[in-house]
């Protein structure tokens, strides 16, 4: 593969209304403007933490705007999808605790520039459905599939499914995990290889991550299994480009409390069953697994054309853009900041 790095940039520099911030999602728009969205408070799990988003336009970042804010309890893992006709949905998490939040959806119908009021993706949920960190996927015969997981007491993961283009969702089967190996698998990214054989990976806390195969849309799943790549117990993601490349952006170091640096990606042209560690995004030192240290983690991943585009966290202060051409050519690792000019 031959890389070429278009855009390297942060959303915001220190000038923002917020201490800390986590976890960003982007779309990008038909009109080629870029919606990027996060969560930002005075620090993760604190009554203040909103939701925010930013717009990439002719080039330029908007100043972050507060676009959910439901009631003085902490706000988490926003997500982004464009439905067929244009409509935006922005799926978010509400909750003291992870294991107490319930998941909203705002929508918006010009491009994320004004917001619809919020509401529960599911009436009576707690526990959290609907999209959990990553981006949901529409398969080739229109289903929409959010990837999800819930985390009271062990961790569980299934995909939440829409056949009326996110209206109402189904929840599918758990993915099967043998839980004498560890405390459970979550945060699944998805994609899909052919009509109707899906697929995911799922971090853990085992130093590895997981995978779990469909062959019927998603309903039902195969036992999780080791995918050979390593994982930090820290959130990653990927995406299926449109020459079936998949790119995946993560933290390549295995154990629990491995550092959340590098942060790199690595492709794969044979539907995940070998990866080549190509890239380096960004790296530090003292990038240990816990909230305010340097640390580059918590990926989102989206592709048009040749290119894919990645927002991260940024030492828990930024959230970080990057643009990045990929062709098919013969391997080549190299570092993002030497193709940066």
């Known amino acids: 593969m031959e890389f070429k790095v278009l855009e390297k940039e ?15 999602t982007l779309l990008v728009l038909p009109n080629d403007e870029i919606l990027a969205a996060w969560f930002g408070g005075t620090r ?15 080039g330029k970042w908007t100043y972050p705007v507060q676009v959910a804010k439901d009631a003085e309890i902490a706000h988490w893992n926003p997500v982004l999808f464009q439905a067929k006709d244009g409509l935006i949905y922005l799926f978010y998490k509400v909750g003291p605790k992870i294991s107490e939040w319930y998941t909203m959806v705002k929508t918006s119908s010009d491009n994320g520039l004004t917001w619809s009021e919020s509401k529960p993706l599911v009436e009576g949920d707690i526990g959290g459905r609907g999209p959990v960190k990553n981006k949901p996927i529409r398969l080739s015969d229109g289903t929409i599939l959010a990837p999800a997981s819930i985390e009271m007491g062990k961790w569980s993961a299934f995909v939440d499914i829409s056949y009326d283009e996110g209206k109402t969702w189904t929840k599918s089967e758990q993915i099967p995990y043998d839980y004498e190996k560890g405390k459970g698998i979550i945060q699944p990214a998805l994609w899909e290889s052919e009509p109707g054989k ?38 990653f993601d990927l995406v299926k480009m449109d020459n079936g490349v998949l790119v995946l952006c993560y933290n390549p170091l295995p154990g ?6 590098p942060l790199a990606i690595s492709v794969s042209t044979n539907n995940g069953l070998t990866w080549t560690y190509s890239l380096i995004l960004d790296e530090g030192n003292d990038g240990w697994n816990e909230p305010g240290s340097v640390q580059y983690s918590y990926p989102s991943i989206v592709s048009k054309d040749n290119c894919v585009y990645i927002v991260y966290t940024w030492r828990r202060k930024r959230i970080a853009y990057t643009k990045i051409m990929i062709e098919k050519t013969d391997d080549l690792r190299i570092n993002l900041d030497e193709q940066v000019g």
């Open 10 to 24: 942060f959303i915001f520099e220190d000038d923002r209304p917020f201490l800390s911030c986590h976890a960003a």
């Open 256 to 261: 629990i409390k491995a550092p959340r640096s």
């Open 44 to 58: 993760e799990r604190h009554p203040d933490v909103g939701i925010w988003c930013s717009r990439r336009i002719n």
């Open 198 to 235: 899906v697929h995911m990976l799922l971090r853990s806390t085992d130093g590895i991550m997981y995978r779990s195969d469909s062959n019927d849309g998603g309903k039902t799943w195969c036992q999780a299994y080791h995918s050979g790549l390593p994982n930090n117990n820290s959130g």
